[in-house]
């Protein structure tokens, strides 16, 4: 039968060993954090902030007063004589943070910035900025060109989920004109309605959905909130970027990835297979492999090096006995319903 939306496990992440950038970055954290501390005890509440010079390779610490000027010298660090301390900053930004529920949607953040001994209030309009902060003295207006939106990336492999609750994987990244889609099984899209990313925020509703006959379907990506690569989950963190969908031959070795098993490997077995799943669900033009997969797994995406095969219809056995798996071939759906794969 189908593989269809069971909860699973994901394979538990190699164990990471950091880099020499990774190594020197994590000594001069602990260093900065250090000399912050320190500088704090010793300036006690005339301490206005930290920040990295990088022109000069040492920390930087503000103070409001001049006596203290030798003593952020004897910490390593350089000194900065301003007008405001960190308390004064704090009040200015708790300023701004009380008056949340009428910022305009042009206003699109503040922060302390102790470089410039200020509250910096970022706009993309900045008239409309300045008529935000109005009256509340250090803040320095800033414009930016765009308004933020949350980000996610829709990654072939990881979970997607229906309107029921039921999961299944992102398959591949799709664009037709200016939409966009989200490739996956029919027999997940079979139920209409809107369907959330991993984090259960809001991907769009199903499109289009073809089975039995063929198992494929698309959710359309609504939200501004995903992006879309050629991205799909191999496993540990790591990413592999799709470059086309050029046919691998049987015998070819070929990897799925899927929310509920990761990454898991095999090869191609036959071509063009009809499976018959049971009560009248019949699929024909199938691909089978000796890749396993579990309940949760379905949508997920199958390719062979960086090119991709198919998205994940069903399968038997599992991956901790062993079995195989059969996936609908990426090329006609792309061709049926007039896709471009998004691709590297």
């Avoid at 952020?72 to 900065?80: E, F, K, M, S, T």
Wanted: aromatic residues 6%; negative net charge; hydrophobic residues 40%.
């Amino acid at each position: 039968m189908p593989v269809r939306d069971l909860p699973g496990a994901a394979a538990p992440a190699a164990p990471h060993r950091a880099s020499p950038a990774q190594q020197a970055t994590a000594a001069l954290v602990g260093q900065a954090t250090a000399t912050q501390q320190a500088a704090q005890q010793a300036l006690g509440d005339s301490f206005a902030g930290v920040w990295w010079k990088p022109s000069v390779g040492r920390l930087a610490v503000a103070t409001t007063d001049q006596g203290t000027l030798g003593q952020i010298r004897a910490l390593g660090a350089v000194p900065r004589l301003v007008a405001r301390d960190a308390d004064a900053l704090d009040a200015v930004q708790a300023q701004l943070d009380a008056r949340a529920g009428s910022v305009p949607d042009s206003v699109t953040g503040w922060y302390v910035d102790p470089a410039s001994n200020s509250v910096v209030v970022r706009a993309t309009d900045v008239a409309a900025g300045r008529s935000f902060a109005a009256g509340i003295d250090g803040v320095r207006v800033d414009r930016v060109a765009h308004e933020p939106r949350a980000l996610a990336d829709l990654v072939g492999g990881e979970a997607i989920y229906g309107p029921d609750g039921r999961r299944c994987s992102v398959g591949f990244n799709a664009t037709s004109g200016g939409a966009r889609y989200v490739i996956t099984a029919g027999h997940c899209t079979d139920l209409s309605g809107t369907w959330t990313g991993y984090n259960h925020a809001p991907i769009g509703p199903v499109e289009e959905t073809s089975f039995p006959g063929n198992d494929y379907g698309i959710v359309r990506v609504a939200s501004s909130s995903w992006n879309q690569g050629p991205w799909v989950s191999a496993g540990s963190g790591g990413r592999i970027a799709v470059s086309g969908s050029a046919e691998a031959p049987i015998g070819s070795s070929v990897c799925r990835a899927g929310s509920a098993t990761d990454y898991r490997c095999g090869s191609i077995e036959a071509k063009d297979q009809t499976v018959n799943y049971g009560g009248g669900d019949i699929v024909s033009g199938l691909t089978r492999t000796s890749a396993c997969a579990e309940l949760g797994d379905s949508g997920g995406p199958y390719v062979a090096g960086s090119q991709a095969q198919g998205v994940l219809s069903g399968g038997s056995g599992s991956c901790l006995l062993g079995g195989e798996t059969f996936f609908q071939p990426i090329n006609e759906v792309l061709s049926d319903l007039g896709l471009d794969l998004v691709t590297q």
